[in-house]
């Protein structure tokens, strides 16, 4: 069974940080591409940031030089380490694993961005 959890969600002032981990089981970590994604109240899904198996990356411009995707294929994990938080970061992250044929979701966790 695929199982696809994420944690370090909270609440966290304006300017502050949050560290997202997604821990992977069921599957074989290497193959697939990781991302999250966030929605927030009355939004849509949107990518967030990924990395594929060879360890590109990639961001959605709002976020660039804030967030910082990364794997460790031995742990099965993949973090987002999120740096000058905004309000406007207040959503449900969410993690995806994804190849040509499968894709996976975590339930989310959910950040808040407020004073």
């Known amino acids: 069974q695929v199982q696809l959890v994420e944690s370090g969600g909270g609440l966290v002032q304006p300017g502050g940080s949050l560290r997202l981990s997604c821990l992977v089981s069921?599957?074989?970590?290497?193959?697939?591409?990781m991302s999250w994604y966030r929605q927030g109240p009355g939004k849509q899904r949107d990518m967030v940031a990924s990395?594929?198996?060879?360890?590109?990356?990639t961001y959605t411009e709002s976020v660039r030089g804030r967030f910082t995707i990364s794997r460790d294929n031995a742990k099965k994990t993949t973090d987002l380490q999120m740096d000058s938080l905004k309000p406007e970061d207040t959503a449900r992250y969410f993690c995806?694993?994804?190849?040509?044929?499968?894709?996976?979701w975590g339930q989310g966790t959910q950040v808040t961005v407020s004073s």
């Open positions: 069921g599957l074989t970590f290497t193959n697939y591409k």
């Open positions: 990395i594929d198996s060879s360890y590109f990356v």
């Open positions: 995806r694993a994804e190849t040509i044929l499968r894709n996976y």
